[in-house]
């Protein structure tokens, strides 16, 4: 059973860091690429960063380039999002998911089929 | 970046409507639309990927269609399990954008 447990969120002051985990389990971890959503309250889905099966490739949203890092240890089947410079805007439900890429008809498709539980960020004085 | 618009925001039909969701992508984005249901206080799941193609377990009374820039999400016979919040998202390039959401509530 494929299985996506999250970790590492809480109250953070503005400009302060945080560091979310995602424990992966019942799959080839390393033979997918895993995203990162977040919602804040009451709000949409909105993308924020990918990384690559073997982590050769990194993608981010304007929004968090150069204050997030997402990273992954396909030792420990873990993702990671490390978030600096937290701002008010930040705070949010922040989930990460599974994307199988699958191939169709010579074309390569992102869907995200797995998702943890979601954990909240709150960044507030 | 590509932007998703979906209508309406919200709707209210009763047991057994046929209920349609639109998104417009403000792109051409080929087939490269997933539609995700989100229940309160749950993450979303996976309903259709790519544009028509359900995920094991979808039922069948819902459907996906369309290509370019304009897709649908159909639902045959609405049930009460099929409310919730419904979001569609391309996945033609990053950052991989969802619309505003749609709100089906059950009369």
């Known amino acids: 059973e494929v299985q996506l447990v999250e970790s590492g969120g809480g109250l953070v002051q503005p400009g302060g860091s945080l560091r979310l985990s995602c424990a992966a389990s019942g799959f080839t971890f390393s033979n997918y690429w895993m995203h990162w959503v977040r919602q804040a309250p009451g709000k949409g889905l909105v993308w924020v960063s990918r990384i690559k099966g073997d982590a050769s490739s990194t993608t981010y949203a304007d929004s968090v380039k150069g204050r997030f890092t997402i990273s992954r240890d396909n030792a420990k089947n873990t993702l990671y999002l490390q978030m600096n410079s937290l701002r008010a805007e930040d705070t949010a439900v922040y989930y990460c998911?599974?994307?199988?890429?699958?191939?169709?008809?010579?074309?390569?498709?992102?869907?995200?089929?797995?998702w943890g539980q979601g954990n909240l960020v709150t960044v507030s004085s | 970046d590509i932007q998703m618009t979906q209508s309406p925001s919200s709707l209210s039909a009763s047991v057994g409507d046929r209920v349609t969701i639109t998104c417009r992508a403000s792109?051409?984005?080929?087939?490269?639309l997933n539609w995700y249901q989100q229940k309160p206080g749950k993450a979303p799941e996976l309903l259709i990927s790519p544009t028509s193609t359900l995920q094991s377990g979808v039922p069948s009374r819902l459907s996906g269609s369309g290509s370019g820039t304009d897709f649908t999400l159909t639902i045959s016979s609405l049930q009460p399990e099929d409310s919730a919040t419904y979001y569609c998202?391309?996945?033609?390039?990053?950052?991989?954008?969802f619309g505003q959401g749609t709100k089906l509530e059950i009369k």
């Open positions: 998202q391309q996945s033609y390039s990053t950052p991989y954008t």
């Open positions: 792109q051409r984005i080929t087939s490269h």
């Open positions: 998911a599974r994307d199988p890429d699958q191939y169709s008809g010579g074309i390569w498709y992102s869907q995200f089929d797995y």
